[in-house]
């Protein structure tokens, strides 16, 4: 039956250099019929898939936290969707999973990278978003590396991304006074009103020096940094005594070779501060955890979150470089079904 | 009767400036006559004194993690000393005490920095150095912020002076292999033979960068920084996924305003590492532990130290300079009486 089926993906066909930068060309889509799932597999039709910044690292050959994309392959990546058959005994049709089909309209699994979606609760989009990995790295670095306490002042990048967004609120339960950075007027209008930020500063505006400055008037004893670039050499300045900086991507800077450096170790050890660069896929273990207390305060309205949606497997490589220059609002997901 | 005798001190006379670098010519001697001790004080013939990095910190005006020395007073400082008249009910003539009395032969206390010396088991300068501030030191940035594990590769620069010879004997307890770097070939010598190391590096060499990426072939799991320049940025790049660095100071370089850069914060996700600036005055809980566990390996033989001595008062100012520029071979101290 899949057999008449036609599914469409993209593989990565090359990959960047410095004199041919990363972008839509490095990517080919192509068309292959669907597979009937063999013994022990599952075939799932993706309705979404993710994109996510960590995806521009495996772009690279180089040393990243993540492993090579390989070339000529369907480019990996997190997706959520529908069992349509299985041979599979843990799997049926009709199941809605989490897995990591990447960017293709069916996969097929042999149900390790498998997971089953609480019916009901929450819409399944969520769990790319603030109920999956991207919640997850916002719960663990907030609450595991930084820990923010009641009058501390905590500054979160990309404020209104599909991590910053979790952040920043789970910095506001904990207490504390928030600063996100953010580029734009209406993301910062949203990180105001709807995430309840006290501040949210556009580092697009001519005066973003003196802004972050002013909005950081008692220093900074928490960074959730998810950009690098200028933000985090302002936000680096300004730490207090006993500071913690996670640090969880460098989205504006590194990925093209342009590096972030740290300007002087000394504030670094004046002001005994902590910095810790981390990978939520090393803690698996506190995965459960982290994510049935997204899911409460998701469901409890605590954890406001939004989307930005590409429709159809052919906007994904579009929509891919849209979002690493920030076109974003919320969490990307590309719509496949 | 004190009222007779002489007390040679330095005083801080002025600040290091761009123009005029730090230098003995910001001290000056001054003499005094001693005080006999009011109610409740305490006078203590100095016998030893201490020289420490960080004062040369305390010589600015600027933030740093201690607080600025001020002008026309004593050069504050850990000494230790005999009390030769009390009028406090916990002292008696005759106690053998550590206190901060600084550059000078004889100091009046309330008794509040004093602490009385066990008898007879080290010998008392042992508590300026491995059983004292800087032993600690090592052990909380080792022990507490590092925890190195059997086969992994541990580095520590300065690793015959007063912190780092604790550190690279620590790191070998806990069944690292340890990566010295020190200056010149006595110091390596001493380090390898002496303590125990399995390499020390000479940051003197020539081709200081090719012996050192030699000495590390399997990357750097750990890394005690006390100098930075450098040997830090060499270590930095060398850095494993998990690996923890204590950045306890940065005499190379910060002192006289050049700053040391972490070249490039990919480094530190990538890896996943975790960087601590730390400052052994914030963990006084810990002090009486520390020095519990330093002076067992201390009298075990399994922590072995060397002092490099200056005589007398006037001597004080000279080798702290030289000591800043590495010409100490060990704990830099200077006898008073």
Avoid at 81 to 98: M, P, Q, T
Avoid at 117 to 126: D, T
Avoid at 251 to 261: E, K, M, Q
Wanted: hydrophobic fraction near 40%.
């Amino acid at each position: 039956m899949a057999g008449n089926m036609r599914n469409l993906g993209f593989v990565l066909k090359s990959r960047p250099t410095r004199e041919t930068p990363a972008g839509v060309h490095n990517f080919e889509m192509i068309e292959r019929s669907v597979a009937d799932p063999a013994d022990g597999q599952v075939l799932v039709r993706q309705i979404f898939m993710s994109l996510d910044p960590y995806m521009r690292g495996r772009m690279n050959d180089g040393k990243s936290y993540a492993q090579p994309q390989k070339l000529g392959e369907i480019m990996g990546g997190g997706a959520v969707g529908e069992v349509i058959a299985s041979r599979n005994e843990r799997f049926k049709a009709g199941d809605k999973v989490l897995g990591s089909g990447g960017w293709q309209q069916f996969a097929l699994s042999d149900g390790r990278d498998l997971r089953k979606l609480p019916a009901g609760r929450l819409p399944i989009e969520a769990y790319l978003g603030p109920a999956g990995m991207p919640g997850i790295t916002a719960w663990y670095g907030t609450n595991k590396i930084i820990g923010p306490k009641p009058g501390e002042t905590f500054v979160v990048s990309a404020a209104t991304g599909a991590v910053g967004t979790v952040v920043g609120q789970l910095a506001k339960l904990a207490g504390a006074r928030v600063v996100g950075i953010a580029g734009g007027s209406d993301k910062c209008r949203f990180a105001e009103q709807e995430m309840g930020l006290d501040v949210c500063v556009d580092h697009r505006a001519a005066d973003f020096e003196a802004r972050f400055n002013a909005a950081v008037p008692d220093g900074v004893d928490g960074l959730f940094e998810n950009v690098g670039g200028d933000p985090f050499r302002l936000a680096m300045r300004r730490i207090n005594p006993f500071s913690r900086i996670a640090l969880c991507g460098l989205v504006a800077s590194g990925y093209d070779g342009t590096p972030t450096a740290l300007e002087d170790m000394r504030m670094v050890l004046n002001a005994r501060c902590r910095i810790e660069g981390f990978i939520v896929s090393d803690h698996m273990p506190l995965w459960p955890q982290a994510i049935s207390e997204l899911s409460e305060h998701i469901l409890a309205g605590r954890i406001k979150w939004r989307t930005s949606v590409a429709e159809g497997i052919e906007a994904a490589p579009a929509a891919f470089f849209a979002m690493l220059k920030g076109g974003n609002f919320g969490k990307q997901l590309v719509r496949l079904g």
